[in-house]
């Protein structure tokens, strides 16, 4: 009889262990409490996001920058997925992560590539890659919807915006142009050193 008491209370306290396990999963996924201040701490940061292991996050580019008074830590990184070992690593899309600094001085993720859970908004095209030359990040800016472009190609020497016609030098490799007006088609126009058109 006794038995027959204390199974509906196994099963309970099986079935509560469960739900905290979950609960606790859940809240580190949705919540990791990385930051970004050096570069250990945004490889694990964006490994947490990922669901990947640390060592799965490889950083191409760690930069600091300003804009409109408030000071941001930009990360450029290849996801290497171990389920294809063999995959090329020019086969790999460049993500990028942004980081803001805030009152206490660290620097607090506020968007990933792909992380649709920034203000309840989807980026499902937040980047895309011209001939390997240079990638695009369509995500959120202190004034809304902004771009960023990673420059991989050792030719490119100048960036142009098309449209505003405005350009920037980008003689440095790799090359992270931030904080530029947002525009669908992307239309950026690549010189070379010699001013010849390569994209």
Known sequence: MERRKQKPLIFFAVFLVIVII????????????LLGNDAEEIQESIAVFHQMEKEEIVLLLVENMEEAGENYRCAVY?????????????????????????????????????DRY???RSWEEVSWAVQDIYYVYDVPGPEGRCQFVYVKDERAAVLRDEISEESYDIRERPCLIPFLPYDQNGRFLVEDAQGKRIA
């Not at 979950?22 to 409490?33: A, D, E, H, Q």
């Not at 389920?83 to 990933?112: T, W």
């Open 22 to 33: 979950f609960y606790i999963l859940l809240v580190k996924w949705k919540n990791p409490s």
């Open 78 to 114: 290849l996801k290497k997925d171990k389920e294809s070992p063999k995959r090329e690593p020019s086969e790999d899309m460049p993500c990028l992560a942004v980081f803001q600094q805030n009152g206490k001085g660290d620097f607090v993720k506020i968007q990933s590539n792909g």
């Open 118 to 120: 920034w203000l309840s």
